[in-house]
Each structure stands twice: as C-alpha cells, then as structure tokens.
C-alpha cells in the first residue's frame, strides 16, 4: 500500500530561503536553524509555506519554543505526547529522532506514548505527561497537575509548556490534514508506537 498523495505539495525549497529573507532581518540565523542553510527543507515548513504569512507567523513561535527555557528532554517529552494523541507520524519520527539525540531511548519513548501511568516514568515525567493529556482531552489543566507544575517550572516555563502543547497540536492538524510526506531525507524514521 502506497502513501496518500499530500493535498498540499511541499513548495520549493528556494521559494521558501526567498520568503524567509525577505520577511526576516536575522534570515541567516532562521534558515540554519530551520535547516535551510544548504541541509534539506523539512516537509512541514515546505506545505505550510503555501501561505507566506502564515509561515512567517509560525516559525518565528516554533523557533523561539525550539530554543525556550524548558529543558530539552522536557520539551520533547511533551511533542512526543501531543504526537502520540493526534496520532502524527511526521512529528512523531521527528521528534524521536530529537529526543533519542538527548538521550531519551526507545524505552523511554515506549513509555511515554503508553502514558503516565506506565511503569518507570519519574515524577517529573508523569507530571508533564498528564498535563499535555489534560489539555488534551479537557483544554485546561486539573489543579493537582497545576501545583505539580508550579513546583518544577516557573510562570513564564508553565506558559511556554502550555504554548509548546498548543502549538504542536496545531503543527498535527496541518500534518495530518495535508498529508505532509515524511522526509526522505530522514534516516531510519521510528514509526508511531501504536
């Protein structure tokens, strides 16, 4: 069985160097940091590239959260969550190839899709993965989640924490809904734990 064809062909990748350079002053540091400084475009950024403003609104907020103050294995933590609920294979092989580079393995990451209650998360862990399945399933966090959050992460993190988990449920809608292929480019992607 072959893959649906996108509903969104990925626009070419020097379309999209023009519309960065042209809507960015710092172009140079956005482009290496989306991969556009002579290493393949990602898919995602290529379809949504389709509408130039909405790229130029988007990847300023997916940059800043790449390089927020979370801590990495936190931040992916939570994109591997939101990939597992909305059921999205492109962020899923993306962000597993991430967190397997800071040291989250498959093991790891076998838990965190099974979900907080599986056995070996620490507390940290299981507090993050309930927040992101309440905001899923309830758009707001309980009050115990609340206070456990309050005792890891400041203000300005819990904010991010929550933007980080809207923003990358909102990533999934486009993914799924245009059908962004993975990149080929992608070495050994993992596939979406059932």
């Known amino acids: 069985m072959t ?4 509903r969104i062909a990925p626009l070419d990748p020097a379309r ?15 482009l ?4 556009l400084d002579g290493r393949p475009v990602l898919n995602v950024l290529a379809t949504l590239a389709a509408s130039p403003t909405l790229l130029a609104a988007l990847f ?7 390089r927020g103050t979370l ?10 969550r939101v990939a597992r609920h909305t059921r999205s294979a492109y962020e899923w092989a993306h962000h597993a190839r991430f967190a397997d580079q800071l040291g989250l393995t ?20 299981r507090t993050l993965l309930r ?3 309440e905001l899923h399933r309830d758009s707001a966090l309980g009050d115990d989640t609340w206070q456990a959050l309050t005792g890891l992460y400041t203000e300005p993190q819990i904010l991010e924490l929550l933007t980080l988990v809207g923003l990358y449920t909102l990533v999934a809608y486009v993914l799924n809904s245009c059908r962004v292929p993975l990149d080929a ?8 734990p059932g």
Not at 3 to 6: G, I, K, L, R, T
Not at 18 to 29: H, K, N, S, T, Y
Not at 32 to 35: D, F, S, V
Not at 185 to 192: F, N
Request: aromatic share 2%.
């Open 71 to 80: 801590p990495d294995r936190d931040r992916e933590t939570v994109v591997l």
């Open 32 to 35: 290496t940091a989306a991969g």
């Open 185 to 192: 480019w992608l070495p050994d992607p993992e596939p979406l």
């Open 3 to 6: 893959d649906p064809q996108p």
């Open 131 to 133: 927040a992101v399945d």
């Open 106 to 125: 498959g093991e790891d990451r076998a838990r965190i899709a099974a979900g907080p209650d599986a056995a070996g998360h620490t507390d940290r862990t």
């Open 60 to 66: 300023p907020l997916l940059d800043r959260l790449g």
């Open 16 to 30: 999209i160097r023009d519309l960065v350079e042209r809507r960015f002053p710092d172009a140079e540091q956005l």
